[in-house]
């Protein structure tokens, strides 16, 4: 998916392996005050650059994760420049909650074994919640540079993921797992429906599903 303006060229595609560090810095911008993680990896103003360590071994570990099984990680180029990064796996893929061994050890090293199961119960629960929805995709991370706020970079990335959605005959659609409110009526502009309200650790949000829907013929 790509469109070319009279300044610039935007495109949607694969992320490329020299990509995958500014991909993690990205994430870890948009991730740093999310209240599932603040809470997992257990922030307080006393302990902010352990927090941050563990923050930023947990993206690279996820990271690396989608990268071996690859799983979908999509990116908004403009100039050939990666602006914005979507992180998606499918629901009958691998990458599954109980992680493979090695995954799981590393970042129980890392991040702690407190949690890394505290990721693997939030991930078991979502999936359990999505069971009825057969094989979808489930966006677990998406972000946008920040000097690029507001000028509608995240629409044109999910809408690049409509189009990966659509041309797998298998998918019934997207999830995703939103916890501030902003975000959530963004994701409902795009078309995603609240599904089932969460809550982990005392911090509360919502499933989000948005279905694959066929044109009448």
């Known amino acids: 998916m790509?469109?070319?303006?009279?300044?610039?060229?935007?495109s949607v595609q694969y992320l490329a392996a020299e990509d995958i560090s500014t991909a993690a810095s990205l994430i870890y911008q948009a991730y740093h005050d999310d209240?599932?993680?603040?809470?997992?990896?257990?922030?307080?103003?006393e302990n902010k650059s352990v927090y941050?360590?563990?923050?930023r071994s947990?993206?690279?570990e996820e990271l690396s994760?989608?990268?071996q099984?690859?799983?979908?990680?999509?990116?908004?180029?403009r100039n050939d420049k990666l602006k914005a990064v979507a992180c998606v796996f499918e629901s009958n893929s691998q990458l599954q909650a109980q992680r493979y061994w090695h995954w799981r050890l590393k970042l129980m090293l890392s991040a702690g074994y407190l949690q890394t199961n505290q990721l693997i119960d939030k991930e078991q629960t979502i999936r359990d919640a999505l069971k009825q929805k057969g094989n979808y995709y489930f966006l677990a991370f998406i972000a946008v540079d920040p000097h690029f706020h507001g000028q509608g970079f995240g629409?044109?990335?999910?809408?690049?993921?409509?189009?990966?959605?659509?041309?797998?005959?298998?998918?019934t659609g997207m999830a995703v797992f939103v916890t501030r409110?902003?975000?959530i009526e963004f994701f409902k502009t795009e078309k995603f429906e609240a599904f089932k309200h969460l809550t982990f650790n005392q911090v509360e949000g919502e499933l989000l599903f948005k279905s694959i829907i066929e044109p009448a013929i």
């Open 35 to 45: 209240p599932v993680l603040l809470n997992m990896l257990s922030y307080n103003d």
């Open 52 to 55: 941050e360590k563990k923050l």
């Open 65 to 67: 994760s989608f990268w």
């Open 69 to 77: 099984e690859k799983q979908p990680l999509i990116g908004l180029y």
């Open 155 to 171: 629409r044109y990335l999910l809408r690049g993921l409509d189009d990966l959605v659509k041309c797998n005959a298998e998918s």
């Open 2 to 10: 790509s469109v070319t303006t009279p300044v610039d060229t935007f």
């Open 58 to 60: 947990l993206i690279r």
């Open 181 to 183: 409110k902003e975000h």
